[in-house]
């Protein structure tokens, strides 16, 4: 599968621990992107790489949250001290490139239960 | 007002029926529009990006109306497979995508 790929792909986690998720974006893809999703809601954009450059960050992204791309090549989103107001799906998603026509593709997402 | 509103529905269609749901945005400088389809508890998949003169893709057919900001989807001869939340996305100025809430859709046998 060369799809966009995230892991895990749930997560129980108790209020106050650490988390981590990985993403593997499509291979020639040099954008990629995190985005936080609760139900009933649109996709709510947290951070954007464009290969190892971190370019932008949601007010949403308080400073527990933090998120890397060391290579340019797969990303981490770690949140730290765990609230639960942070369950949610956190969906990657990468693009070839970042202009007008260029569409972002999904992974199947992390979904953060926060008990 | 949100940036990009739909109406959440559900749409409780009949199966061969033709629907169709509107997105609407409010920044006139947005450039591109995209169309995707979710499913319970899955990821958003593109179903078909949305262009000036309009396209369509088999059954789908999005429109674009920058007068009145908003762009539209059309489902003609809807399938049961078809059940799914739409969500319409706006890329803007910056090239970030915002996005509507999304549109559900029930498809009834």
């Known amino acids: 599968d060369t799809g966009v790929s995230q892991d895990p792909r749930h997560k129980i986690t108790k209020r106050g621990q650490n988390v981590t998720f990985r993403c593997d974006p499509i291979s020639e893809h040099n954008r990629l992107y995190w985005y936080r999703q609760t139900l009933g809601q649109g996709p709510e954009f947290l951070t954007y790489?464009?290969?190892?450059?971190?370019?932008?960050k949601s007010r949403l992204l308080s400073d527990r949250f933090s998120a890397e791309r060391p290579k340019g090549s797969f990303s981490t989103l770690e949140i730290q001290r765990t609230e639960q107001g942070d369950s949610a799906m956190y969906l990657c998603?990468?693009?070839?490139?970042?202009?007008?026509?260029?569409?972002?593709?999904f992974g199947p997402g992390t979904r953060l239960t926060v008990t | 007002r949100k940036e990009v509103e739909q109406d959440p529905g559900p749409f409780n269609v009949p199966e061969g029926a033709t629907v169709a749901f509107n997105c609407t945005y409010s920044?006139?400088?947005?450039?591109?529009f995209f169309w995707y389809r979710q499913d319970c508890r899955k990821e958003p998949k593109l179903l078909m990006s949305?262009?000036?003169?309009?396209n369509e893709d088999g059954r789908f057919t999005a429109q674009l109306n920058r007068a009145s900001q908003y762009i539209s989807l059309l489902i003609r001869d809807s399938k049961l497979s078809d059940s799914a939340t739409y969500l319409c996305a706006v890329k803007d100025s910056n090239y970030q995508l915002i996005w509507g809430a999304g549109t559900k859709l029930i498809i009834k046998p």
């Open positions: 949305v262009y000036s003169s309009g």
């Open positions: 920044n006139s400088a947005s450039q591109s």
């Open positions: 998603a990468s693009s070839l490139r970042g202009d007008t026509s260029y569409e972002q593709y």
């Open positions: 790489f464009q290969n190892e450059a971190q370019l932008e």
